[in-house]
């Protein structure tokens, strides 16, 4: 008996890992069909790469003393050949390994983009989740602030194609090594005079990352942050040449900014121009996007140097951010619902492929329990199926060759002039008719 239980016991998905539904499909769609729309009018190409990587691309590429790195990868050892592997938690370093591997830099620069899911193990909260999907670009083999100017462009002409509001862009440029070495050393003398005040995460990164503790949420600490030395005190000429080219730009295209000189991002590989793009409305989760520019990152994983620069963003947290501004899509419906009865059924399933034939969407009624069903319940299947015709075939319109089309939505029903009444149309002539009534239909519409 415990046995029979266990089998028939429920299973759940894991935590932080979600089902994305039928009801949401809509938005989702709305979302990748806007992202892609703009990647295509900036010459963007995609790629594709594996969910799983090789572990020493992440400890490596993002840097061991990070969060990302210590505390948040889901990581295993392949129990067949001993390899070390990690299911992706970004995927900027899995473009570069690729670009690296197959050597796509050797005759130009590229402009590559992608979307899929990451994988990061921490605490699950609106917007974020264990199992996140992401879309991204990464623009490799350019060097001056005008592509990372237009990275920053692209964000904010997709939340202007989304019609997406109040997501502001904050700015600021982590220089070279060389300056960051220098701003480290200061400021690690500074922190060092404020130890008693550290809390613990802090203490433990003052001399692996001490730009991390400049982005403490801790509130008791935000003095010693705000006072801490800046950054942008210790860049040279060519840095501050690159920071002003950026801002030039952005300002030239009436994009608002604000300089953020905590402003860090949470990798190791980032120089020069850092970016986020955040909002108030999503609580504590209010970064949606963010990057910079990554010069080292190609050397430091085996390829020639090269510029490069990025972003990604929460696909989740954009989708929320939508619905928060009741900018959900309706679903679209089909176009056709075919009901029928009786010897009809046969026929009836060659007019749907002969239908979809011509492009249109059609759905042909199936009963769950196999079991024939009225022309009154099939009607109320069409109705909700959101389809803006039914396609009527009975054993009475068989025996003549002809066949039943209802309009079920009120642009339908002008496109066909029936006033809501049901046409008959013989059956060859019954594609050409539902072309023109759905053409008419979407002329009404509009």
Not at 29 to 44: D, I, P, Q, W
Not at 159 to 174: A, H, K, P, Q, T
Not at 289 to 304: M, S, V
Not at 429 to 445: C, P, Q, R
């Amino acid at each position: 008996m415990t046995e029979q239980k266990k089998k028939l016991e429920k299973l759940s998905g894991v935590k932080g890992m979600n089902d994305i539904l039928p009801q949401d499909a809509a938005l989702w769609e709305f979302f990748e069909s806007t992202v892609k729309s703009m990647l295509r009018a900036y010459g963007y190409q995609q790629i594709r790469t594996p969910i799983v990587e090789p572990t020493q691309l992440f400890t490596r590429g993002i840097g061991e003393v990070t969060d990302i790195v210590e505390k948040e990868m889901y990581s295993f050892t392949d129990a067949l050949n001993g390899e070390h592997l990690t299911l992706r938690p970004e995927n900027t370093a899995a473009v570069v390994r690729a670009s690296i591997e197959h050597n796509l830099l050797y005759d130009s620069p590229k402009r590559l983009w992608y979307i899929g899911p990451m994988f990061r193990h921490e605490r699950p909260q609106r917007g974020r989740y264990r199992q996140f999907y992401q879309v991204g670009v990464e623009a490799l083999g350019f060097t001056g602030p005008d592509t990372d100017a237009e990275i920053i462009m692209m964000c904010q002409r997709l939340w202007d194609d989304l019609g997406l509001s109040g997501i502001r862009l904050e700015l600021n440029s982590l220089g070279q090594p060389k300056e960051r070495a220098a701003h480290r050393k200061e400021l690690i003398a500074y922190l060092e005079q404020h130890v008693d005040v550290l809390d613990e995460e802090s203490t433990r990164r003052l001399y692996t990352n001490p730009l991390r503790v400049l982005d403490t949420k801790n509130s008791a600490m935000q003095e010693i942050a705000q006072n801490a030395p800046k950054l942008v005190d210790f860049l040279g000429p060519e840095s501050l040449a690159h920071f002003d080219g950026v801002q030039r730009l952005l300002k030239a295209n009436n994009i608002p900014f604000k300089i953020n000189p905590r402003l860090v991002r949470g990798l190791d590989y980032y120089n020069l121009t850092v970016f986020e793009w955040v909002t108030d409305k999503l609580g504590a989760q209010g970064t949606v996007a963010g990057g910079g520019r990554y010069d080292p990152l190609i050397e430091q994983l085996g390829g020639k140097a090269t510029a490069a620069c990025g972003w990604a963003m929460g696909v989740e947290r954009i989708l929320e951010l939508l619905k928060e501004e009741d900018l959900v899509p309706a679903p679209e419906g089909t176009d056709i619902y075919v009901v029928h009865q009786g010897e009809a059924a046969e026929q009836a399933f060659v007019i749907a492929e002969r239908l979809r034939d011509t492009g249109l969407d059609v759905i042909l009624h199936c009963s769950p329990d196999g079991t024939p069903a009225s022309f009154k319940s099939q009607m109320k299947k069409a109705d909700a199926s959101g389809a803006a015709f039914a396609v009527v075939l009975g054993e009475n319109e068989l025996a003549q060759g002809m066949v039943g089309v209802k309009p079920l939505r009120s642009a339908s029903v002008e496109s066909t002039g029936q006033k809501n009444e049901q046409a008959t149309v013989p059956v060859e002539d019954l594609t050409e008719f539902l072309i023109n009534a759905m053409v008419a239909t979407a002329a009404g519409a509009d």
